[in-house]
Every structure is written in structure tokens, then in C-alpha cells.
């Protein structure tokens, strides 16, 4: 978009909202820079990632949520507990390959598969249950927190538990990255 908004258009438009504003904070250091571009005098601050930190400061404060405390209850029961998280087609699948070698190892473990777009998670469900009839799987919406203690792959289909799942969980593979 910092391309789009350079163009001799839009430039001056762009120049006079970050100029107006007290304090631009860029999510990255080539954020910053991209935005230094369209307006040298606009006053910038520290660079941050607002998201990341108000979802720190919410695992922070907040009461752990009952799927939250059936992670930590199956984690205390001495599974491993790993999240994939953000993942992609394919990545689902890879994901339970893991975990069935990890079942197959022996090592008490569980999987909860977070798909990017929660709409795909009943799919995911099915794929899964069929390319590895051996492994347990459960949906969130549909099986609850209850259904951790005799699974092993969890698909969450949710927004907004990410925070308190990394929280929860011993590792965490996020998608997009195979």
C-alpha cells in the first residue's frame, strides 16, 4: 500500500495524516522506513507490534478460559502439548504426521491445530480422521475443552484463543512457513 500512496496523488494526502498525527509507531523497521518515505516529518515513535503486546497484556490479566485450563490440566497430566498454529492447506496434515509419529513413539502428546481460516476446520476434521484413522481428532465448536483429555489432534475453529494457546502449550509451529 506505501506504494500505492506514494504516487503523485495521493502523496500529499498522505503526507498531511501522518504530519497531523502526535506519534506513528511502524509495526516493523521496513514499516518505518516505508512510512519515513511518504512523510519525513511526521514525529515516530518506538517500533511495536500494538497486536503482540495487547495480546501479552490479555494473557496478562485475563481469567484462563475453560479450554485454556484443560490444556494446562492435560499438560500437568504430563502430555505434550504443541500448537500449530495460523496453519495453511497441508499444513494440517503435516501437522498430524507429527503427531501420529510422536503417538507412535510413545510420548503422551496432544495437538491443537488452529487453522488460519477457522471456516476450514470441519474439513480439516475430516481430512485428518481419514488420512490418520488411528489418531483421535475433535472440533472445538463442536466437542468443547472436555474432549482433550482422549484426543490427539484438537482443531480449534475460534478467533481471538491464540494468545492464551501459545500460553498454554510446551511448542508451537506457525503456518504459512512449510
Same mark, same amino acid.
Given at each position: 500500500?506505501?506504494?500505492?500512496?506514494?504516487?503523485?496523488? *495521493? /502523496?500529499? *494526502? $498522505?503526507?498531511?495524516?501522518?504530519?497531523?498525527?502526535?506519534?506513528? %509507531?511502524?509495526?516493523? /523497521?521496513?514499516?518505518?522506513?516505508?512510512?519515513?518515505?511518504? %512523510? $519525513?516529518? &511526521?514525529?515516530?515513535?518506538?517500533? /511495536?507490534? *500494538?497486536?503482540?503486546?495487547?495480546?501479552?497484556?490479555?494473557?496478562?490479566?485475563?481469567?484462563?478460559? !475453560?479450554?485454556?485450563?484443560?490444556?494446562?490440566?492435560?499438560?500437568?497430566?504430563?502430555?505434550?502439548?504443541?500448537? &500449530?498454529?495460523?496453519?495453511?492447506?497441508?499444513?494440517? &496434515?503435516? /501437522?498430524? &504426521?507429527?503427531?501420529?509419529?510422536?503417538?507412535?513413539?510413545?510420548?503422551?502428546?496432544?495437538?491443537? #491445530?488452529?487453522?488460519?481460516?477457522? #471456516?476450514?476446520?470441519?474439513?480439516?476434521?475430516?481430512?485428518?480422521? !481419514?488420512?490418520?484413522p488411528l489418531l483421535r481428532v475433535a472440533l472445538h465448536s463442536q466437542d468443547g475443552a472436555s474432549a482433550l483429555q482422549n484426543t490427539?489432534?484438537?482443531?480449534v475453529d475460534a478467533f481471538g484463543l491464540l494468545p492464551e494457546l501459545y500460553a498454554a502449550a510446551s511448542a508451537a509451529f506457525v503456518?504459512?512457513?512449510?
Amino acid at each position: 500500500s506505501a506504494r500505492r500512496w506514494s504516487c503523485r496523488l *495521493l /502523496a500529499p *494526502l $498522505a503526507q498531511r495524516m501522518l504530519r497531523t498525527m502526535r506519534v506513528v %509507531c511502524a509495526a516493523s /523497521a521496513g514499516d518505518e522506513l516505508r512510512l519515513r518515505e511518504l %512523510c $519525513a516529518e &511526521a514525529s515516530f515513535g518506538p517500533v /511495536a507490534d *500494538l497486536k503482540a503486546a495487547a495480546a501479552y497484556a490479555a494473557r496478562e490479566v485475563a481469567t484462563p478460559s !475453560s479450554l485454556t485450563a484443560a490444556l494446562l490440566a492435560c499438560a500437568r497430566a504430563g502430555r505434550f502439548v504443541w500448537v &500449530a498454529a495460523s496453519t495453511h492447506a497441508g499444513e494440517e &496434515a503435516a /501437522a498430524a &504426521a507429527v503427531q501420529a509419529l510422536l503417538r507412535a513413539d510413545g510420548l503422551a502428546s496432544l495437538a491443537v #491445530v488452529v487453522p488460519r481460516h477457522p #471456516v476450514r476446520a470441519p474439513a480439516i476434521v475430516d481430512e485428518l480422521m !481419514s488420512k490418520q484413522p488411528l489418531l483421535r481428532v475433535a472440533l472445538h465448536s463442536q466437542d468443547g475443552a472436555s474432549a482433550l483429555q482422549n484426543t490427539d489432534v484438537y482443531v480449534v475453529d475460534a478467533f481471538g484463543l491464540l494468545p492464551e494457546l501459545y500460553a498454554a502449550a510446551s511448542a508451537a509451529f506457525v503456518g504459512n512457513s512449510l
